[in-house]
């Protein structure tokens, strides 16, 4: 029986956000020095887009206070696309600055996640992001777009594919290149997430979204996989899964890139990561952070290891 599926990508870019969106929720402080060290294992392991930090109050997330700091002094690979999150135009001109290559912003698909979090509707927290994405354009510089909350929110349920579209849409609208679509609390199903994804790509070109799963229920990698079958090729994932949930204490964070890398190499979809690079990366943050990987593909290799 031939099993190949001709549905599935031939390739998949990762975005690794490990050093932002994982280290950002993780408690134990992390030195510039060791996320710098972080960021250039990744990309010497081949990770070619790496979202290296946040420009936002260091009140608000003390674990993204060095992120000039980063930026600054990371040895840049010029393949390597170095993006920064810059939640308003204070942070964005910070990031521009230490010449981050690219932006990210984010809407949530839940009004009232988006009302608890950050006191304004969806519409009123978008429209706030104009003024970057006007700068970003006079500059060349690529916008990226994240969706949270996109099957589930932990203060209204289920969220209907057809707001998350309109979400989405809304910030292609407005010049985002790419949306990553974040099931943020890690509830999706292949069920819910195709469906979500339906919606989305009916508005939305395929080749322009990206997934973020979070693993709190286990399942990110079904979730990768069915979203691999909807024709995504970008996947979000975090080195060691680094991370947690902030809604959800205790929850587990991003989908590991170990994880990850090992299901795509599994069905034979082209990365260009060495393996064993990507599993060292993840050791040493690990040990840096005084627990093991979140990655189970990780921890079986360093079983093998200790044998
Ligand atoms: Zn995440």
């Not at 674990?63 to 000039?68: E, G, K, N």
């Not at 939640?87 to 912003?105: F, L, S």
Request: with cysteine; hydrophobic share 40%; glycine share 8%.
């Amino acid at each position: 029986m031939n099993i190949q599926n001709t549905t599935l990508p031939p390739q998949v870019k990762i975005v690794e956000v490990g050093p932002r969106d994982g280290l950002q929720n993780e408690a134990k402080p992390i030195s510039a020095i060791d996320k710098i060290a972080l960021i250039e294992q990744l990309s010497d392991a081949g990770i070619r887009y790496i979202e290296s930090g946040s420009f936002v109050s260091p009140k608000w997330v003390p674990q993204m206070a060095t992120s000039t700091e980063v930026f600054q002094s990371i040895k840049r690979n010029e393949k390597v696309t170095y993006a920064a999150l810059t939640p308003n135009m204070k942070g964005y001109e910070a990031a521009i600055a230490v010449n981050a290559d690219e932006v990210a912003i984010f809407a949530a698909a839940s009004e009232s996640f988006s009302q608890k979090n950050i006191n304004c509707s969806i519409e009123e927290s978008i429209d706030r992001f104009s003024p970057i994405i006007a700068d970003a354009k006079k500059r060349n510089i690529k916008v990226r777009g994240y969706v949270s909350c996109v099957v589930g929110c932990p203060y209204e349920g289920k969220i209907l594919p057809e707001q998350v579209a309109k979400v989405a849409q809304k910030l292609l609208a407005m010049g985002c290149y790419e949306i990553s679509l974040g099931d943020t609390i890690g509830v999706g199903t292949p069920a819910s997430v195709t469906k979500m994804l339906q919606a989305v790509s009916a508005h939305v070109p395929t080749a322009q979204l990206a997934v973020h799963f979070h693993d709190t229920y286990g399942q990110a990698l079904t979730n990768i996989y069915a979203a691999l079958q909807c024709g995504i090729s970008v996947i979000d994932s975090a080195i060691a899964g680094l991370g947690g949930c902030p809604y959800a204490k205790g929850a587990s964070g991003n989908v590991a890139t170990e994880d990850v890398v090992y299901l795509l190499n599994g069905l034979g979809i082209k990365t260009n990561i060495d393996f064993e690079k990507l599993l060292q990366a993840g050791w040493f943050i690990s040990k840096k952070l005084g627990k093991p990987p979140i990655s189970k593909v990780s921890t079986a290799y360093l079983a093998q290891q200790n044998i």
